[in-house]
Structures are given as C-alpha cells and as structure tokens.
C-alpha cells in the first residue's frame, strides 16, 4: 500500500475525478428540476424557485445534494471499505425499523417521517448493499465460486429485497435484481443470464398469447414449445457443438411437423399438447442417450434447460395467476396488450403515451405541454416526469435525456474497468446495473413498453431521497475512482 | 488482486444491453412521436374544450320597419359524456322536474344518435324554460359534464305570415353531413325565408377555447382568449311584406281555402302572400313543436301547404288577358276584330259555353264580360292558321313560348323554398296524347280559357296582373325587400320582358278597366283608385268552381298587382273581386272603420264545410293580442275576431 500524498491533496483531487460524470449529473439534476417546475406548473402559479412549489423543493433538494457530493469527495474511500459492512448492516436494521414505524402511505410503509422531512430508506439501502458486495468481492481471496461464496454474494442482495418487499416498495426491491450484472461480471456463469432472458421471453410470450387457441390449446403454449425445440436445436449445434446430434433432433422434428401439417390436411384435429410433449419427450430421451457418445456434462445441461423451460412454461400461467397481486397482474396485461384498460389501469400508460406522442418532433415549448399541466398523467413529477420532457421538448428533448444517461452509464463502466482494485470495480459495475434497472424500467413504462412498476428516474424524479440516494451513490463511486492512483495495479 | 482479462469482455455484454435497450427506445420514440401523429389530437381532444358561442339569429322587419320576428334566450342542456362522474340522479330528475323513466329515455336516445360521440358536446335536454334552467343553474357544479348553452328561440309580434316566415328546427344527419357549419343540436331554417335565407340568417358561430384539466375542471382561457373568436350575429332581413297587409288578407281568408298574392308591380315587391288556412308561426317553437308539427302535417286541410307559391291550379278566365295579347302580337286578331258569340263557342259539334252578352264581339268588350267564345274562337284560329305556322304543332309551340315569357309555366324564382311551376303543356305533350298531326286548336280548345291542361299558381296570376300593370314586363317576385349588411340580391331586380309588343298592354289594361267599370268585376269599381281587373271561374272537376280575382290599381300608375283564388267559392264575383278589392283599398288607402268592418264580414263567410273545431286561434289584424293556444294548431279562421 502507498501513502497518500497530504500536501497537495485537493488539486490532485481536482484533477482526477471524474468530470465527465459530475458534468453529466449536474446536467441532469438541473434539467430535471426545470422539468419538475413545468410538470406542476399551474397557470397563475409562482415562479420556478418558490419553496412552496415543487420544484422550488426541488431545487433545494438539488443543492444540498450539490454539498452532500463535494463532501463526500472529501472523505477518503478508506472509510468505505473499512465500514462497509456495518453501514450495510445499519441499513438493513434500518429497513427492518420502517417496516414497523413507518405510516402507510398509499399502500407501502417506506417512509420514515421526522416532523416535515421524510426519507425512504430503501433509497439509501442500495448505496450500501454495492458497498457490501464490494468489500465482500474484494476480500483477500475471494472468488465466485463454490455454493458458499455464491449463498454469501447473492445473500447480501436478497437481504434488502425481503425487507423492502416487506415494506411492500416491489419496485424498489426489484432493483436489487439488476446486481446479478455484477455476479455475471465477477464470474457468474453467462448461462444464468441466457436463463433469465429467456424466462422473460416464455413468460411474455405464454402471457400475451394465452386468449388465442390454436391446436386446440393456447397459442402461447404453442408458440413456447417451438421456441423450446429451437432452443434444444440451437444448444446442440451452437453451445454442446454436436453437429450429429443437433441434425439428428431437427431432422426428427421436421418429420414429426410434417406428419402432424399432413393430418390436419388430411382433416385430423391434432391437439398441440398430445403432439409438442411427446415429440419433445422423445428427442429429450433420444439426447439422454446420444450424451454417452458426446459432451456428457454440455449435453445434460441443455437437456435440463430444456426440461426446465417446460415446466416454467406451464407454471407460468398458474403463477401469474396465483403469486402476482390483481393490481400487479393488471398492470403486466395491460403492458402486454392483453387488457386496454383505459379508464382504469391502462389510464396512466395511455396518458403517458399521448403526452409524449404529442410532442413531435421538436416538442411544445417549455410549459406549453398540456397533458402533463392539465394532470391528465398522474405522477407527473415523480414516477413520469420523462412525459414532461417529451411532451415539451419533443423526440429531440426525449433521446437527448436517453443519451446523457447512456453516456453516464457506458462512462461508469469504463471508471469500472479502469480501475484496478476489485473494490472499485464492483462498486462501479453495482452504480451502472442499478443506474440500468431505473433509466430501463422508469422510461420503458413510460414509453408503454414496460410494465408500470413505480420507481424514480433518477436524477429526474422529485424527491430528495431519490436525489440524495443517486448522489450517494455516485459521489463515493468519483471518489473511490479519483483514488484509483493510490490503489492501483500490484 | 488479479484481473481477469477473460471476464473483462463482459463489459461488452453489460454495455451492450444498455446500448439495446436505449436503441429499442428510441426506435419505439420514433413510433409514438415521429411516425403517429394521433397522439396531438389526443391531447387536444384532453385539454381543450371548444366551447360553441352561438350569434344572434337575424332579425325580421316588415317592408314598414315593423319588428315581425325576433329572438329570447332559451335554454340547452348539454353533456359531454366522458366527463360525466356519477351523480345523484334523483336530485337531477327533480331539478328538471322529469321523471326517472324520462332520464332514461333521454340518456338512451342520446346514445343512440347518429353523432352520439363521448368526447363531443350532445344534447341531453333541449328547451329549458328560464325556470328549469334557473333552478338548475345553481346546482350544476354537483353534475360534472354537464354544462347549459343558451339558443335562441323565435319570437313573432304579428302571428300571421307563417308560410312566408317559416320556422327553425334542430337539424338532422343530412344537414350535418351537407353542410360544416352544422353541428349536432344547432338549428336551421325549415320552411319559408327562414329556410331560403338560412346562409344570412344564421350568422357566424363563435367559439372559446378553454383549458380543462384531468378533473373536467375548466383552468381558464386558451392563449389568453387569443384564439377565440366571436360569433357574427345573423343579417337582418326587410321583409318586401306590408305585414298590416297580411294580416288583413288573411283575416278576408278565414274559413276559407285559398290564396291571396299582391305584388307591387315596379319592383316585383310581395306585399302580401296569403295561404289559407294558415297557422300562428310561433306554434312551430320551442317544447311544443314536435307536437304541433304533426298536428298541422296531419290536418286535412293541409295548412303547412302554401298555396300562394305551391298550389297549382286551373286559371280559368284570368287567362284570357294573356290570349288577347298572343292574338294581337301573332296578328290573329286587331282590336277591332269580332267573333261571334251566340251563348258560347259553337263549333264542329262542340260548345263552350258563355253568358248572355252582345254578338258579335271585340277584343276589349270581350275581356270586359269574359267571353269564352271570343278567346275560343282567336284560339282555334291561330292554331289552325296553317299559311302562317305551317302546323298546328308549331303553332302551339309559338303560343306556349309566348305563355312562358309571360312567366307561366316555369317556376318565378321567388325566394321562398317549394315554389311550383305550374303547368303550361307543349306540342310533344299533346303529340303523346292525341298522336302526332293528329289534334287541331279545337282539340285543346278549353287550353283558351285557362282550363283543360293549363295550371298555374297563385303567384303566376298575380305576376300575370303585375305584368300587364307594367305593360309588358315583371321583376323576379321576391318577399325579401333587402338584406341588413349585404343590400338587395341581384335575383330579386332581374327584369323580364315578355315577347309581347308593349302597344298590345294598353288594349287588354282597357279591356281590364272595362271589367271593372261594367264587366264582371264592378265589385272592384273603388271610385278614385281606377282598379283593373279580370275575374275567373275555375272550373273543378272535383267540386265547386274556384272564384277567381286578377286585378291592380291604380290604372295609370300601378302600385298594387293582386290575385285572389277561393277555391271552391263559385263565381269569381262571389269571393276573389270583393276580398281582391278590400285588398286594394288596404293598401291603397290604409285602415279604416269602414274598411274592418267589411273585413269582418267577408270572414265570416266561410266555404269550408266540416264540424267546427273546438277552439281556434285568432289570427288577421288582432294578432299582436294573439294568446298562444297549442291544442288545437291549426287556425282555420273561423270567426273569433274580437
């Protein structure tokens, strides 16, 4: 370890951090107050700055934000990785206490009230959840593998999601899902990724086709038990490189299609499920036996992720019905297409969506958007602020915000990498898969193209815990990163 | 720590769902914002509500300055059903005072209409009166959606002129989809001027945008009022109608079924249109109009029927004017030609009979007693004068187009809507019937006494008059005198000379003036106004003959053309001379005692026969003390004067 150098700490300081970064969020959090004060503006309301307004608020949550990030540049990243772990377990504690102390509002007690000022704990949890996973990846010796270090990584990440899930903020719990980047980064198998992708494309596909009858059962199914014949096909050929095999199962696939497309013909109903299962029952036996001659373990694996697609598909229908809450369930059908309700769950998304199609191109011009003003879309400041800035700056305004944060996002990841301790990589990768999860899911649901789960856009959405929660966050990563000199390569 | 260069790569595989993500983004902002330009007037449709300001409908006066019809205020209460929140119907019901069962009735009757739209304006309840909507008033905040738009309702200060006047109904699809102007509720002329000078009446529509947020609630004015625009009032319109002149007129016309026209002859001014029977204009307003609607479409004696413009009937002798003139430009006869009349028209086993008079006659003692024979007789000739016309189809030919510049046969144009031409047949009609070649003048031989084919209309005669008073020409009819802001249309100054050589005038104005002196018409002899006339004794081959009157005054300088035609009422002395007379000493010489009294008399001789109605309107000169009655709509002028 080197000394860091006291004399001429600040100019070093000043000339390593990030600039780029704190450019980018000084934009962002500036914009996003402007876009605060046109979203609650009220025609013959006060000026942007009135402290009774809330972008007024905004604006001073922004620059006491400001001061939270410049001290927390000054506080050396040593504190972090020495109290890492009791941080975390303070937030932890401190989740747990605002399960039982916080008032219900409007359905979740997430909020710890001290007289005017009330802060969201989950918020600040995630800070402390990437400084854990950091310290615990940095820890001398540490890798990702055997079942006791994975139960430990991936144990740091559901702690916080149960207890916020207790606080019933299912959004904010789900944010913590985006850390299986970090996993994947730090060595997890990509295979859990695929796995995870392709739940969502069985789940999606099962759901949005499910009314639809084909073969006598839903299309859904159908079009999920072709998708997991190509699935086996394409493991064969690409993953287990078993050009005999993969041949041999597509060939037998095309003969059973082609008896079963010559009874229908021939005017014999054949039902889907009496026709999929058994062929791919078959093939599946067929490759039991074939893995003897081959890659036993790569041949096993896609036989079991084939297996295992099957029974997702089929629990999918009975979960959805049966885990998911009807407000969740509702929300998902009408992101889906499956429900177009308009006046009642679907209201929101359809307002958003007509906020930011009427927009055009160049937008209507700061305060003259009307849905937003008008409160025809409901949280206009918070959870959908992105329609302000589409309604009012238009398409140019909209891929302007997408782009700031795609610039942050990829920037972080190269501060991430640039990086030469573990400590600071992981931190690093936890501040862009979360930044991910948010700018993904906040604007895709704006955007009608994401389910309507209420998370901020960060730096955007009112709110001081938000804006502190993202400063935070941010600001140890510029600090920990202007230190990379002293912590470098060995 | 070591860094393994392997797991480095997935930087690319973190970064590059990002770059996915934001990509797929994108393209889907390009789909909402570039590409789908629904979304903008979804938007508008949201936060804009066009609020309809609707102007002043133009004012009626008569040719006098006299305010005939004008406007008060009424009531609609209108909806926009997306904006409608549930609300305590019962307070509702009893606020309009309806019952639930008409609540319904309406809310389902609303729907069910063509236009019915949940973002749009639609009318839930028309015709508030200022009570309902007072009540209402107050209350209207507990019933989000709804709003109250003030209409106008036609008021008449003289209930008389109803075919002339017309009336306003709420429109229907097709004048929607004819016309942009229109939308669902609005109203428009249904009959009469109010139909015909709809364009002018109506005005222009004003509008005020106003911002409304997701709660309905109104936030203010669009671009501070910038884009607002104010309604333009209707123009008004000055009647050509004398209406203390209508009044009289349809006062004579009670219990009787007919027509009156009086046209100033110079300008082709109507100064009075009488139908009747007739109805009190102010029926067809307001809640009652459906009702009354039927009413009078369902009355036998059709008084939504107007018979000065639409009634096209035999002229009889009223005719023969225009024979004398055909004969004298076509050289079939000089004034001084005779014709024999032994009790008619005796020829070739046929006879048209006449009256006792002298034998053989001339032209102006021929119009003077009305002589069949003489005008059969001029008939025959010019149709059968092979040397000049070659045949008898040409022949005719010529005579009907003579009878076509004299404004028969053709609709006038008056500005009013329904107008009938009449009908003037020509050589192929009669070739259909009788075979070509084979029909000679004695064929059609009653066509010389305005029976047999010929029909005209009330309006035709009386222009004929006006015609002759002019000596030779007739302007276009009209009723409307002159447009507030617009002037007078260039229609209604058309001149129109007949093919007749204006020296010939003079002969039948003598022959006409001899019918009035010591003819058929002495009735009409009014010392001092040199009243000229001609009678007619339609004949009907379902009933009684119609008594007919043609006639101006004074001689010289003709102020008044008139025609009057009482069906069913006999000889055209018995009704057509005198009320055509009382007519002329009207307008002439303005009211008097004298003259109301006669008036009073002629109506109360009735030729209609059918079981007295319970209750009648008054109508004629009393009408400014008209109270309304809506049982019984039509007004058969029966009496009931004072």
Same mark, same amino acid.
């Given at each position: 370890m080197m000394e860091i150098r006291n004399d001429d700490e600040n100019t070093n300081l000043l000339r390593s951090v990030d600039w780029f970064t704190i450019i980018l969020y000084l934009i962002m959090v500036v914009a996003g107050a402007v876009s605060i004060y046109a979203a609650t503006y009220d025609y013959d309301k006060a000026s942007m700055f009135d402290l009774s307004e809330f972008s007024g608020k905004q604006f001073l949550w922004a620059g006491l934000s400001f001061l939270i990030g410049f001290s927390l540049l000054l506080i050396d990243r040593r504190i972090y990785e020495a109290y890492a772990y009791p941080l975390y377990g303070f937030m932890i504690l401190l989740l747990i206490v605002t399960i039982f102390v916080a008032p219900d509002i409007k359905g979740s007690r997430s909020w710890l009230v001290f007289g005017p000022v009330s802060l969201q704990p989950a918020e600040f949890a995630k800070t402390a959840t990437a400084l854990a996973l950091a310290k615990l990846f940095s820890t001398y010796g540490f890798q990702l593998n055997g079942w006791r270090n994975y139960a430990i990584a991936i144990g740091i990440i559901l702690l916080p999601i149960l207890c916020i899930i207790l606080e019933k903020e299912t959004g904010s719990a789900l944010v913590y899902t985006s850390l299986i980047f970090v996993l994947y980064r730090e060595g997890m198998s990509g295979f859990v990724l695929f796995a995870a992708l392709m739940a969502v494309v069985y789940f999606v596909v099962v759901l949005k086709f499910a009314a639809i009858t084909f073969m006598g059962i839903p299309l859904g199914m159908v079009i999920a038990f072709i998708l997991v014949m190509g699935l086996i096909v394409g493991m064969l050929l690409v993953y287990c490189r078993s050009w005999i095999l993969g041949r041999n199962v597509l060939l037998g696939y095309a003969l059973a299609g082609a008896i079963a497309g010559g009874l229908t013909l021939a005017g014999v109903h054949v039902n889907g499920y009496a026709f999929f299962l058994p062929v791919i029952i078959l093939s599946l036996i067929y490759l039991l036996w074939g893995m003897l001659h081959d890659d036993l373990k790569k041949v096993l694996i896609t036989i079991c992720f084939a297996a295992a697609s099957l029974v997702f598909m089929f629990t999918v229908s009975f979960a959805f019905n049966k885990v998911l809450e009807p407000h969740q369930q509702t929300r998902i059908k009408v992101t889906l297409g499956i429900e177009q309700d308009l006046r009642g769950a679907g209201y929101n998304v359809n307002q958003s969506k007509i906020a930011i199609g009427s927009g &055009?191109?160049?937008?209507? &011009?700061? =305060?003259?958007?009307?849905q937003t003003k008008l409160k025809y879309v409901p949280e206009q400041h918070t959870d959908f602020i992105y329609c302000t800035i589409g309604e009012e700056k238009g398409f140019v305004g909209s891929v302007a915000v997408l782009l700031l944060f795609l610039a942050m996002i990829l920037r972080i990841i190269t501060l991430a990498e640039r990086n030469h301790s573990t400590f600071a990589r992981v931190y690093a990768y936890c501040v862009a898969s979360i930044l991910i999860f948010h700018v993904a899911v906040n604007i895709g649901m704006v955007i009608g193209l994401c389910p309507v789960i209420g998370i901020p856009l960060p730096f955007f959405s009112y709110g001081g815990s938000s804006l502190w929660g993202f400063t935070f966050l941010l600001f140890i990563l510029l600090r920990i990163d202007a230190d990379r000199q002293a912590y470098g390569s060995w | 720590m070591r860094k393994d260069y392997n797991l480095e790569k997935r930087k690319y595989v973190i970064g590059g769902f990002i770059v996915a993500i934001v990509i797929v983004y994108i393209i889907r902002l390009v789909q909402l914002q570039v590409l789908d330009n629904t979304y903008k007037a979804h938007a508008d449709n949201n936060a804009f509500m066009e609020k309809v300001i609707y102007p002043s409908r133009g004012l009626i006066y008569d040719r006098n300055g006299n305010l005939v019809v004008y406007n008060t205020p009424e009531y609609d209460l209108v909806m926009i059903p997306k904006d409608v929140t549930p609300f305590d119907t019962i307070d509702f019901c009893n606020t309009l005072q309806i019952s639930r069962a008409e609540f319904d009735h309406r809310w389902e009757e609303m729907k069910k209409g +063509? %236009?019915? $739209?949940?973002f749009t304006q639609q009318v839930f309840m028309n015709h508030l009166t200022p009570e309902d909507y007072g009540r209402l008033q107050e209350k209207i905040f507990r019933f989000p959606g709804f709003y109250v738009v003030q209409r106008i309702l036609r008021q008449y200060n003289y209930h008389v002129a109803a075919n002339v006047l017309g009336d306003i109904r709420e429109v229907n699809a097709r004048d929607i989809e004819n016309d942009d102007y229109y939308r669902p509720g609005d109203y428009t002329g249904d009959l009469g001027i109010e139909k015909s000078y709809e364009t002018w009446l109506r005005g222009i529509k004003g509008k005020e945008i106003l911002i409304r947020d997701a709660t309905g609630k109104i936030k203010g004015r669009y671009n501070e009022g910038a884009d607002d625009v104010s309604p333009v009032s209707g123009n008004n319109l000055k009647l050509s109608i004398d209406i203390e002149l209508q009044a009289y007129g349809e006062m004579l016309m009670q219990g009787k079924v007919g027509a009156i026209v009086c046209i100033e002859p110079k300008t082709g001014e109507i100064l009075a249109l009488v139908s009747s029977p007739t109805y009190d204009p102010s029926l067809l307003m307001g809640k009652e109009r459906g009702k009354n609607y039927s009413d009078l479409v369902n009355n036998r004696l059709k008084p939504l029927y107007d018979r000065s413009i639409m009634a096209a009937y035999p002229p009889g002798s009223t005719f023969k004017p225009t024979q004398g003139l055909i004969f004298l430009e076509e050289g079939i006869i000089t004034t001084s030609t005779v014709f024999p009349c032994h009790r008619g028209y005796i020829n070739a086993g046929l006879r048209v009979g006449c009256h006792g008079h002298g034998s053989p006659i001339p032209l102006k003692p021929a119009l003077q007693t009305s002589c069949n024979a003489y005008f059969c007789w001029g008939f025959k000739y010019m149709m059968d004068k092979r040397s000049k016309y070659g045949s008898t189809g040409k022949a005719f030919e010529i005579w009907k187009n003579h009878m076509v510049s004299m404004g028969y046969g053709y609709k006038l144009g008056i500005d009013m809507p329904g107008e009938s031409r009449g009908f003037i047949p020509n050589t192929a009609f009669y070739d259909k019937i009788y075979g070509k070649g084979k029909w000679v003048g004695q064929t059609i031989i009653s066509d010389a006494i305005g029976q047999g084919e010929i029909l005209a209309t009330p309006l035709q005669i009386a222009n004929l008059s006006a015609t002759i008073a002019n000596r030779g020409y007739y302007i276009t009819p009209h009723v409307v005198k002159n447009i507030e802001g @617009?002037? @007078? =249309?260039k229609k209604n100054l058309e001149r129109h000379d007949t093919d007749i050589d204006k020296r010939y005038y003079n002969d039948i104005v003598e022959g006409m003036r001899m019918a009035v002196l010591g003819g058929t018409c002495t009735r009409a002899n009014i010392p001092g106004l040199d009243v000229c006339g001609k009678t007619g004794t339609a004949q009907n081959p379902h009933g009684r003959d119609h008594s007919v009157f043609m006639g101006f005054a004074p001689m010289n300088d003709p102020k008044i053309a008139v025609c009057v035609y009482v069906e069913n009422a006999g000889f055209g002395a018995a009704f057509g001379v005198p009320i055509g007379a009382l007519m002329i000493q009207r307008y002439l +010489? &303005? %009211? $008097?005692p004298g003259l109301q009294a006669q008036g009073r008399a002629m109506a109360s001789r009735h030729t209609i026969s059918y079981p007295k109605p319970k209750k009648t309107t008054s109508s004629g000169n009393q009408a400014a003390n008209h109270k309304k009655s809506t049982d019984k709509p039509v007004t058969n002028n029966d009496g009931n004067q004072e």
């Open positions: &055009g191109i160049m937008g209507k &011009g700061f =305060l003259q958007g009307t | +063509r %236009n019915y $739209s949940a @617009v002037g @007078v =249309l +010489r &303005g %009211n $008097s």
